[in-house]
């Protein structure tokens, strides 16, 4: 039988970095919410109001904003719209009402941020020498 010399600082040092993640989570994700919304182009400001942070657990740490963030952050092809129950659709431009059967929506063109300040973030708030200071202080 063999033993294992050191099983006590093992296990003390497991034990304290087992509660690190959600801290540094929290301070991720809040630093994400603050490089983002910079990122975002503003027409009404919606989509940069809605981005915060959700949540902070010891396994994930989540980011949310309006669902249009990822139109705006991958783009769209160009499509067609057609109404579905009335017989045409309206809408304003330049001051102007225009009605129509179907439209031609043109392809928008991506403006990522998402996978930016996600990187940005975690180049600024590294965990590295977090998990360190409580791997070194456990034993």
């Not at 994700?29 to 919606?46: F, L, N, W, Y």
Request: proline share 6%; net charge positive.
């Amino acid at each position: 039988m063999t033993t294992l010399k050191g099983s006590p600082e093992l296990k003390a040092r497991l034990k304290a970095i087992r509660g690190t993640f959600k801290p540094l989570g929290r301070e991720w994700a809040d630093e994400v919410v603050v490089i983002a919304k910079p990122m975002v182009p503003v027409q009404t400001g919606r989509l940069r109001g809605s981005i915060r942070r959700r949540n902070a657990t010891q396994r994930q740490a989540t980011v949310e904003a309006h669902y249009s963030a990822n139109f705006v952050d991958a783009g769209t092809k160009r499509h067609t719209i057609v109404p579905k129950k009335a017989k045409g659709l309206y809408f304003t431009d330049g001051g102007q009402t225009v009605f129509a059967k179907r439209v031609d929506h043109p392809r928008t063109q991506a403006r990522p941020f998402k996978a930016r300040a996600e990187h940005e973030a975690l180049r600024r708030k590294s965990p590295l020498q977090a998990l360190l200071k409580q791997w070194n202080g456990a034993a």
